[in-house]
């Protein structure tokens, strides 16, 4: 079944160029059965990114575009009325598909947010006092904009929180742009040039995801782990210049988060145990969006990478 993974990983490679950790953290994300939040400039394939992925997946696919109009039936839908029945009847938003990209999230106001939270939460949906299950394979990957911040809506500390990971990606180097052009021309000349056949079903999904959850992890490095966690909530045990730093640590979905991304990174790698590589591979990812950093870190420039850095060099790994 890894194998299969690879491969999976490989195909989107080609065509995501310049982006290995968007493509690695997606499979990462569908492995360990959460969601992705993305920050970066536009034009870096994030959408390309999902719908590839999903055409890979045989899996349904939906991108919605937030914007400060957007309502909340337009994400998760709504009751109309057919005269010809007299009776109400539900119509699917977009949310109801496998794999959904929110573009720019925070371009719409909470109560938008809210009803993508309850999908991404629960798992479901509610419409006029009835209840709507998604489907059993069901991924968001949202996007956020760090240049334009205008006509955006903070996002609440709740919905980061729900996200399994956030990633940072930045502009390809010269040689990956080569390599984009390349294939845009490529594909602008021949668009079936490289046409996409899925390579894994649900089905082969949800038995990789059983099998990451039966990845090996030492009772010395889930310690570690955790203790990696609870430095996010009293750093002035570990690192006295970090007191009065972090305002808030992160939470114990921090603490699920990185056992599953460290369990799928190293069931990727074809290995049946955990290391400290896998669990430190994804410490920032789990962690950056979960931190709320103090006013005075924050107005002497601080960065919580940068903060995880640290906590990382300072707790003892076993």
Not at 228 to 241: A, C, F, K, N
Request: proline content about 7%; overall charge negative.
């Amino acid at each position: 079944m890894q194998k299969k993974f690879k491969l999976l990983e490989d195909e989107l490679g080609k065509r995501i160029i310049g982006q290995p950790q968007l493509v690695q953290r997606l499979l990462v994300t569908l492995l360990a059965d959460g969601h992705l939040l993305v920050e970066g400039a536009p034009g870096l394939a994030k959408t390309r990114a999902v719908k590839t992925l999903s055409s890979m997946l045989d899996a349904t696919f939906q991108r919605i575009q937030f914007t400060p109009d957007l309502l909340p039936s337009d994400i998760t839908g709504s009751e109309i009325f057919r005269p010809e029945s007299g009776q109400f009847e539900f119509l699917p938003g977009p949310v109801f598909n496998q794999l959904v990209l929110a573009d720019e999230i925070n371009r719409a106001p909470a109560k938008v947010q809210s009803a993508l939270l309850e999908a991404m939460a629960e798992r479901q949906v509610s419409v006029g006092g009835q209840t709507y299950k998604l489907p059993p394979l069901f991924m968001v990957m949202a996007t956020r904009n760090p240049i334009e911040q205008e006509g955006t809506y903070r996002m609440p500390e709740a919905q980061l929180d729900r996200f399994l990971i956030q990633l940072n990606i930045a502009y390809p180097d010269a040689r990956s742009e080569n390599a984009i052009l390349e294939l845009s021309r490529a594909e602008t000349a021949d668009p079936l040039r490289d046409a996409i056949t899925p390579l894994i079903s649900e089905e082969e999904i949800q038995t990789a995801r059983s099998a990451v959850m039966k990845i090996h992890m030492s009772t010395p490095l889930q310690e570690y782990l955790v203790q990696l966690v609870q430095s996010t909530r009293q750093p002035q045990g570990y690192i006295r210049e970090l007191n009065n730093t972090i305002a808030h640590g992160a939470s114990p979905r921090a603490t699920i988060a990185l056992d599953r991304c460290a369990r799928a990174r190293a069931w990727l790698s074809g290995r049946d145990y955990a290391t400290p590589d896998d669990v430190q591979a994804y410490a920032h990812d789990c962690l950056r969006h979960r931190l709320v950093l103090s006013f005075a870190a924050e107005s002497r420039g601080i960065e919580p990478d940068a903060v995880i850095d640290q906590l990382l060099d300072q707790v003892p790994v076993g």
